[in-house]
């Protein structure tokens, strides 16, 4: 029997609607092409004087894992619901950040705890109260008490 998402695809399928894109990459295939099914995103604030230092540890800690990143920098907003509790000042907590992706196919468990460890160590070096990491299909906001590595 299908599970649940494949039971959604066919009836998608069957009322005409298919997602294009993922049949149009199906169809690349041979020893050259390589198809990540897992991806990590690291959202790393900027604003510590030592967090450069540590994103590039993070950076290097991903790249050595996964084999390569695309990084590039934004703005992270939040409200800080203790000074403004109706949210009317989230432009006011901006920040810089350092965004870091990679895809990868079952990332060791040595890759996972080298990345881990770098991110405690930024955490914990810069002072972060949490840091935003995504996986393949969720979002986390973790602690950095609650990091472990």
Same mark, same amino acid.
């Given at each position: 029997m299908a599970n649940l998402g494949e039971r959604i695809a066919q009836f998608l399928a069957s009322r005409g609607r298919v997602n294009t894109i993922d049949?149009?990459?199906?169809?690349? &295939? $041979? #020893?050259?092409?390589?198809?990540?099914?897992?991806?990590?995103?690291?959202?790393? #604030?900027?604003?510590?004087? &030592?967090?450069? /230092?540590?994103? &590039?540890?993070?950076?290097?800690?991903?790249?050595? =894992?996964a084999g390569g990143a695309t990084v590039w920098? $934004?703005? $992270? @907003?939040?409200?800080?619901? /203790?000074?403004?509790? @109706?949210?009317?000042?989230?432009?006011?907590?901006? /920040?810089?950040?350092?965004?870091?992706?990679?895809?990868?196919?079952?990332?060791?468990?040595?890759? =996972? /705890?080298?990345?881990a460890r770098a991110l405690k160590e930024a955490m914990e070096g810069t002072e972060q109260s949490a840091l935003g990491i995504s996986g393949t299909n969720r979002f986390y906001v973790i602690p950095t008490s609650q990091i472990r590595a």
């Open positions: 049949d149009w990459l199906a169809q690349h &295939r $041979g #020893p050259d092409v390589t198809c990540h099914v897992n991806s990590l995103e690291i959202y790393f #604030p900027l604003e510590h004087p &030592r967090s450069e /230092e540590y994103a &590039r540890q993070i950076l290097a800690a991903v790249v050595e =894992a920098e $934004g703005k $992270g @907003l939040w409200c800080d619901k /203790e000074k403004d509790p @109706l949210c009317q000042k989230v432009l006011d907590y901006a /920040e810089r950040v350092m965004v870091i992706k990679a895809a990868h196919s079952c990332m060791s468990r040595e890759d =996972a /705890e080298r990345v």
